[in-house]
Structure formats: C-alpha cells, structure tokens
C-alpha cells in the first residue's frame, strides 16, 4: 500500500501521471489531473505544484449562504428548530448562519448541503 503524493490516500491502485512536467504517482481520482505516464518506474519527485495545493486547498463558503440555507430549508418545509435538531446544531447558531451574521465551518456547511440539497462550498478551480 502506498500513498497518493497529490491527495495522500492510500491506495493500492495508484498510476503514474505527470502534472505541469512533473511525474507523480497518485490515485485513481487524482490522475485525472495530468496525463498518464504507461510503465514509468523511477522514482517520482515529491514536488507537488502550487496550483495543485491550492486547487485542495480552496474551498470557500459561498458569500450568500445565509440566504442559500433559510430558502433551502424553507423548501425542505422545516423550521429553524427542526434543522437544528436534523443536524445537530444549536438554535442559535442555525440563526446567526441564516441572518449572515455567522459563516458555517466547512464541516458545518457540508451537513447544511446534506441536509438541504444545496451547494455552500465553492471549490476554485486551477
Ligand atoms: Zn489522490
């Protein structure tokens, strides 16, 4: 087992890909982001990109979210109340997210996307 040098997950399937010149041995879902290098078997630099940190790195929450949660969970026919329970949250802080005043954290923001079907992360593309 062996460890995707983009992301970091282990794998037993990883390939070799060569990003902006570079060769990496990564995972499945990383070498979609360079061009596969067939039987390559030296070993690969561990210099990853910048553009690449950066493309895991960006996630941001989108600048509306407040008003992306209260209709999201208005169509889901829920009160404030019942969100908050539904994922756990204090009351207090489902209403300071809604009226703006409180950006969710990333984990914060996913349970609201889970529970609501609706997009809170952005992620910036390279
Ligand atoms: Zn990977």
Redesign the pocket.
Known sequence: MAE?E??G?SSYDLSYVKVEGTLFK??L??ASLGNKVEGYVDKPMKKIPPSIKRREDNQVIVSDYGRRVSVGRQHAGLKQEDLAKKINERLSHIKAVESGKRTPSLKLARKLENALNIVLIERGEI
Request: glycine share 0%; charged share 10%; hydrophobic share 25%.
């Open positions: 995707c983009i992301c997950k990564v995972c879902n990383c």
